[in-house]
C-alpha cells in the first residue's frame, strides 16, 4: 500500500459511465442504475481519502445530458437532493470539502440551494477536494472565462490587444483553484472526453477500464493509480529533462 502514496496524481478526474448499462442488464430501471452510481460515489471517496488523494472531479450531469428524457433528469436531480440530504454530515465528519464546477442556469432553486449548502459547510475542510462537476461543459467553461476576461479589462481599461496569459484565463474556469487533472478515468469501455475539463486535462494520463460505473471500487482505483505510477510524464518535454 505504501506504494500508492508516492507518484500520486494531485488531482483525478472521472467520467462515471454505465449506470444505465448496469440497470438493464439486471433487468433495473436507469434510475436504479444511478442510485447504484451514487453508492459508488462513496466508495470512491472512502478510497481516495484512505490512497491520500488530494483532489477528486466527478462528471455527475453534463450540459449535454439535458438531451435525455426528462423522467431521467428528474430521477437524477432528485438523486442529487437526497444524496446530499442523506451524506453530508458523515462527507463533512470526513473532512471533506464539496466543490461545484458548471453553469448554474437551468438549475432549479432547490437544487441550487442544497449545492450552495454543501459547499459552504465544507469550505474549510481540507482533507479532500470533491469536485460534483454538474450542469458541467468544457467548451461553455472556457467561453465563459474568456467572457469574464474580457469583461475585467473593460473594467481595468487594459488594452484588448495585450495577450491574454494561461493564467488570466484559468482563474475564471469553473474549476478554479483546483489544480490540473493528471490522471482521467472514463469506465464502461467507451474512449472519449465527452467535454469534460478539456482545459484541465491538456497532460493528463487517460485511463479507460471496461468496469461500469457502479461496479467501480477501490481496487479499480487502484490498478487506475498503479498505471498511472508507470507512465512517464514528458508535457512536452523529453524523457530525461
Ligand atoms: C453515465 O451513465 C452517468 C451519468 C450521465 C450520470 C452520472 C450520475 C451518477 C453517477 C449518479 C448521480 C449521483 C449524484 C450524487 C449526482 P449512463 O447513464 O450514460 O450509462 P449508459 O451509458 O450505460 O447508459
Not at 438493464?24 to 451514487?38: D, I, K, N, Q, V
Not at 442529487?80 to 458548471?102: C, N
Not at 474549476?175 to 482521467?184: A, G, I, Q, Y
Not at 482545459?199 to 482505483?221: C, D, H, I, K, V
Amino acid at each position: 500500500m505504501a506504494s500508492f502514496k508516492t507518484n500520486l496524481p494531485r488531482h483525478v478526474a472521472v467520467i462515471m459511465d454505465g449506470n444505465g448499462r448496469w440497470a438493464t442488464s439486471r433487468g433495473l430501471s436507469r434510475s436504479e442504475g444511478h442510485r447504484a452510481g451514487a453508492d459508488s460515489i462513496d466508495k470512491l471517496m472512502d478510497a481516495s481519502l484512505s490512497l491520500g488523494l488530494e483532489n477528486v472531479s466527478l462528471y455527475a450531469f453534463s450540459t449535454e445530458n439535458w438531451k435525455r428524457p426528462i423522467t431521467e433528469i428528474k430521477s437524477i436531480f432528485e438523486l442529487l437532493v437526497e444524496y446530499i440530504d442523506s451524506r453530508l454530515q458523515t462527507i463533512h465528519e470526513k473532512g471533506i470539502r464539496i466543490h461545484h464546477s458548471g453553469s448554474r442556469k437551468r438549475l432549479t432553486s432547490k437544487v441550487l440551494a442544497k449545492i450552495d449548502h454543501a459547499v459552504e459547510q465544507t469550505k474549510r475542510n481540507r482533507k479532500l477536494n470533491v469536485n460534483f462537476c454538474l450542469n458541467y461543459g468544457s467548451q461553455e467553461e472556457v467561453l465563459q472565462a474568456a467572457q469574464k476576461v474580457f469583461a475585467d479589462r473593460w473594467k481595468k481599461k487594459v488594452s484588448p490587444e495585450k495577450p491574454i496569459s494561461v493564467k488570466e484565463l484559468e482563474k475564471y474556469l469553473y474549476t478554479h483553484p483546483l489544480p490540473s487533472v493528471d490522471l482521467l478515468i472514463r469506465t464502461a469501455g467507451e474512449r472519449r472526453l465527452s467535454n469534460f475539463l478539456l482545459w484541465q486535462s491538456a497532460y493528463a494520463e487517460l485511463f479507460f477500464t471496461e468496469t461500469l460505473w457502479p461496479e467501480f471500487n477501490r481496487q479499480s482505483l487502484e490498478e487506475a493509480l498503479d498505471w498511472f505510477k508507470k507512465r512517464t510524464r514528458k508535457f512536452g518535454g523529453l524523457e530525461n529533462g
